[in-house]
């Protein structure tokens, strides 16, 4: 990392607060450039945009430079998880890595075998498959993919932290957002259940501080919302928060299956509507990871919503 002439020493949020500064965050790893793999998605956006603020250098990893659409401070690299030969430009100078799996499993231990050689700290976005919920207990490829990415990253010798986090509240945003903006009716199965969904910009606060700071190495956080909802009161929050009331129809799983084709691959509803049925009558898991590790509350769901509501409205 490059200084000033006058270094200062002092705390991530005094960093952030004071912006385009070069500081020494106590307790930091001092880093030079972090890349971020995945950083036009949810919480890549949100990773890259909260690094900016700490005035890091950020390199972000992307199929396609020219639509990524991100600020002007980042360095936009070219290159694919699919294709490992087009990572080496990408991994010149980097000190960590922030990782969202963006591609097919087959190329996952050539990929992290080729990253680890050259960056010694990953910070992987995974999920809770190890968590002993109901919800998350339900086997699926992806949980079993991101299992297989997290012994490949053990076994290098790398340092390394696991985000897991619960239900994305973003997820609104393809199961429930188009049909709120085509009218007040919404059709959903298991709207009992309850989850606590959590802010895109609560998982990227965390990823952040363990890119940033001493002590999370090998950590391994489960990451929720403050708050657990059923689906109803989920779509109920959204209503308010719009202004436009809404009327949940429950629907059963068969019809759930055809339905929800539009929105999302089979796989996907059966991965979702297996893990409902398992999670139904039991209360949501609820952690304060968010809170014990940035120090700040996570956002509620009404935030979270308050935050979208254009994309809420027709």
């Given at each position: 990392?490059?200084?000033?002439?006058?270094?200062?020493?002092?705390?991530?949020?005094?960093?952030?607060?004071?912006?385009?500064?070069?500081?020494?965050?106590?307790?930091?790893?001092?880093?030079?450039?972090?890349?971020?793999?995945?950083?036009?998605?949810?919480?890549?956006?949100?990773?890259?945009?909260?690094?900016?603020?700490?005035?890091?250098?950020?390199?972000?990893?992307?199929?396609?430079?020219?639509?990524?659409?991100?600020?002007?401070?980042?360095?936009?690299?070219?290159?694919?998880?699919?294709?490992?030969?087009?990572?080496?430009?990408?991994?010149?100078?980097?000190?960590?890595?922030?990782?969202?799996?963006?591609?097919?499993?087959?190329?996952?231990?050539?990929?992290?075998?080729?990253?680890?050689?050259?960056?010694?700290?990953?910070?992987?976005?995974?999920?809770?498959?190890?968590?002993?919920?109901?919800?998350?207990?339900?086997?699926?490829?992806?949980?079993?993919?991101?299992?297989?990415?997290?012994?490949?990253?053990?076994?290098?010798?790398?340092?390394?932290?696991?985000?897991?986090?619960?239900?994305?509240?973003?997820?609104?945003?393809?199961?429930?957002?188009?049909?709120?903006r085509a009218g007040a009716v919404v059709r959903w199965?298991?709207?009992?259940?309850?989850?606590?969904?959590?802010?895109?910009?609560?998982?990227?606060?965390?990823?952040?501080?363990?890119?940033?700071?001493?002590?999370?190495?090998?950590?391994?956080?489960?990451?929720?919302?403050?708050?657990?909802?059923?689906?109803?009161?989920?779509i109920a929050t959204i209503g308010e928060v719009i202004?436009?009331?809404?009327?949940?129809?429950?629907?059963?799983?068969?019809?759930?299956?055809?339905?929800?084709?539009?929105?999302?691959?089979?796989?996907?509803?059966?991965?979702?509507?297996?893990?409902?049925?398992?999670?139904?009558?039991?209360?949501?898991?609820?952690?304060?990871?968010?809170?014990?590790?940035?120090?700040?509350?996570?956002?509620?769901?009404?935030?979270?919503?308050?935050?979208?509501?254009?994309?809420?409205?027709?």
């Open positions: 990392m490059e200084f000033h002439e006058t270094v200062w020493e002092i705390n991530y949020d005094q960093a952030v607060a004071l912006g385009r500064k070069k500081w020494i965050l106590k307790g930091c790893f001092c880093m030079k450039r972090i890349l971020v793999i995945g950083a036009t998605g949810n919480v890549g956006r949100q990773v890259t945009s909260q690094l900016l603020a700490t005035n890091v250098g950020v390199r972000a990893l992307t199929r396609n430079p020219d639509t990524a659409a991100l600020p002007s401070e980042v360095e936009v690299v070219r290159g694919d998880l699919a294709i490992p030969e087009t990572l080496h430009e990408s991994l010149e100078g980097v000190d960590a890595i922030f990782l969202v799996w963006t591609a097919p499993a087959a190329t996952f231990p050539v990929v992290i075998n080729r990253l680890t050689r050259h960056v010694p700290r990953i910070v992987f976005l995974s999920a809770p498959h190890r968590t002993p919920h109901p919800l998350f207990q339900q086997p699926n490829p992806l949980a079993a993919m991101h299992a297989g990415i997290e012994e490949a990253i053990k076994a290098t010798g790398v340092s390394w932290t696991f985000l897991r986090p619960g239900m994305f509240s973003a997820n609104a945003l393809s199961w429930w957002a188009p049909q709120i199965p298991y709207t009992t259940v309850p989850t606590a969904p959590i802010h895109e910009r609560d998982i990227a606060a965390v990823a952040v501080r363990a890119l940033l700071e001493r002590g999370h190495d090998r950590g391994d956080y489960v990451l929720t919302g403050p708050t657990a909802l059923s689906h109803r009161e989920q202004g436009k009331p809404l009327r949940l129809e429950e629907i059963s799983p068969e019809e759930a299956r055809r339905e929800l084709l539009t929105i999302m691959p089979a796989p996907a509803i059966e991965m979702l509507l297996n893990a409902w049925a398992a999670a139904l009558g039991h209360p949501a898991l609820v952690t304060s990871t968010v809170a014990d590790i940035t120090g700040t509350p996570a956002r509620t769901y009404r935030d979270w919503v308050t935050d979208h509501v254009a994309e809420f409205r027709a």
